[in-house]
């Protein structure tokens, strides 16, 4: 399902947190409106919301937002929320080509996120605990092609925006394609499926 957290006492850094301002653009204060309503940053010159980089909010409440936001405005924010993640998230550095960028975003999720205090991803020991979903990455032999099962509470539209902005990243011929015969989260399904195809 989206928009309902797994579990309960999870929270989302600040430098996610931001993707919400940075994919409305130009629309700055409407996406303030979104995030200062569930209580996310705080209210700065014209009404701005302020996200600290390196503060923790509440995952319960930013996905209220996005829920907000699918409700009131639509996929076509939701995607372009998604494509702002990779420019604000941290990933780790063994990151270099499509199979690799797309790896690495479910321990970028688990590194952006935390339980009870504690981030779900340790770089320094690999551990990753749970409490949020995943996003799936299986490369299929002898095709240029990832099969991507995202089961995590966010929105079918923002993960498609993610995929494709990572994918691109990497290699500009990508595409992206919802996999319509599959489940997905925006009809009551616990994930969705994604391809991943480039030329290379
Ligand atoms: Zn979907």
């Not at 079918?156 to 489940?183: E, K």
Request: proline share 6%; aromatic share 10%; glycine share 10%.
């Amino acid at each position: 399902m989206q928009f309902k957290p797994f579990a309960p006492g999870i929270e989302v850094n600040g430098q996610t947190a931001y993707a919400i301002l940075d994919g409305f653009k130009d629309f700055e204060q409407l996406a303030s409106k979104f995030l200062l309503l569930e209580g996310i940053g705080t209210r700065g010159p014209a009404g701005l919301a302020i996200i600290e980089p390196e503060g923790w909010y509440k995952q319960a409440a930013w996905l209220r937002a996005f829920e907000n936001i699918a409700k009131q405005i639509g996929d076509r924010v939701l995607f372009q929320i998604g494509v702002a993640i990779p420019r604000n998230a941290k990933f780790p550095p063994f990151v270099v080509d499509v199979v690799s960028a797309i790896r690495s975003i479910d321990i970028a999720y688990h590194m952006n996120h935390r339980k009870d205090g504690v981030t779900l991803f340790d770089p320094k020991t690999g551990q990753m605990s749970e409490g949020i979903g995943h996003y799936g990455c299986e490369v299929i032999p002898d095709k240029n092609m990832i099969v991507s099962v995202c089961n995590n509470p966010y929105p079918c539209a923002f993960d498609r925006g993610i995929l494709t902005a990572m994918a691109q990243r990497f290699d500009p011929t990508s595409a992206v394609a919802h996999d319509d015969a599959a489940p997905c989260r925006k009809n009551g399904g616990e994930s969705c499926t994604y391809m991943v195809t480039w030329r290379g």
